[in-house]
C-alpha cells in the first residue's frame, strides 16, 4: 500500500513483560509473516533501553510502523496473528498503545 499525499502512518509501541521465556522466544520467532500481510514492520525491538523520566512497564520495548491505524487493526484482529496472540498471551503481558504519527510529505 503506498501512502498518498499527507497520510499519516500510525505506531503501535509495546512494553512487553516475559514470563515464558522459551514460548516467547517461539512467538517472536514466528508471527513476523502475519505483519507483511498487513504492511505492518518493525522498527524497534529491544530489551536494551533508558528511562529518561519516569518509569516504563516493561523488560522489552517494541515499536511497529504500519501505513494507517486500521492496518493495525486489521493485523491484530486477524485469523493469522489468532495463535501468535495467544501464544504472546501465555507467556508474556504487554501494554500496548497506538498513535499517529506525523503527515509524510509526498516525495
Same mark, same amino acid.
Given at each position: $500500500? #503506498? =501512502?498518498?499525499?499527507?497520510?499519516? &502512518?500510525?505506531? @503501535?509501541?509495546?512494553?512487553?513483560?516475559?514470563?515464558?521465556?522459551?514460548? %516467547? !522466544?517461539?512467538?517472536?520467532?514466528?508471527? !513476523?509473516?502475519?505483519?507483511? /500481510?498487513?504492511?505492518?514492520? %518493525? =522498527?524497534?525491538?529491544?530489551?536494551? %533501553? +533508558? *528511562?529518561? +523520566?519516569?518509569?516504563? &512497564?516493561? !523488560?522489552?520495548?517494541?515499536?511497529? +510502523?504500519?501505513?494507517?491505524?486500521?492496518?493495525?487493526?486489521?493485523?491484530?484482529? @486477524?485469523? +493469522?496473528?489468532?495463535?501468535? /496472540? /495467544? $501464544?504472546? %498471551?501465555?507467556? *508474556?503481558?504487554?501494554?500496548?498503545? #497506538?498513535?499517529?504519527? =506525523? &503527515?509524510?510529505? &509526498?516525495?
Amino acid at each position: $500500500m #503506498l =501512502l498518498g499525499v499527507n497520510a499519516v &502512518p500510525s505506531y @503501535s509501541i509495546v512494553a512487553v513483560s516475559v514470563n515464558d521465556t522459551e514460548t %516467547f !522466544q517461539k512467538y517472536v520467532d514466528g508471527h !513476523q509473516g502475519t505483519l507483511d /500481510k498487513y504492511n505492518g514492520r %518493525f =522498527l524497534v525491538a529491544s530489551p536494551d %533501553f +533508558e *528511562a529518561i +523520566e519516569g518509569s516504563w &512497564p516493561g !523488560q522489552i520495548v517494541v515499536v511497529h +510502523e504500519w501505513p494507517d491505524r486500521d492496518s493495525f487493526h486489521r493485523w491484530y484482529d @486477524s485469523d +493469522e496473528y489468532a495463535p501468535w /496472540k /495467544k $501464544m504472546r %498471551f501465555s507467556s *508474556a503481558t504487554a501494554n500496548v498503545i #497506538l498513535v499517529d504519527g =506525523l &503527515p509524510i510529505d &509526498p516525495v
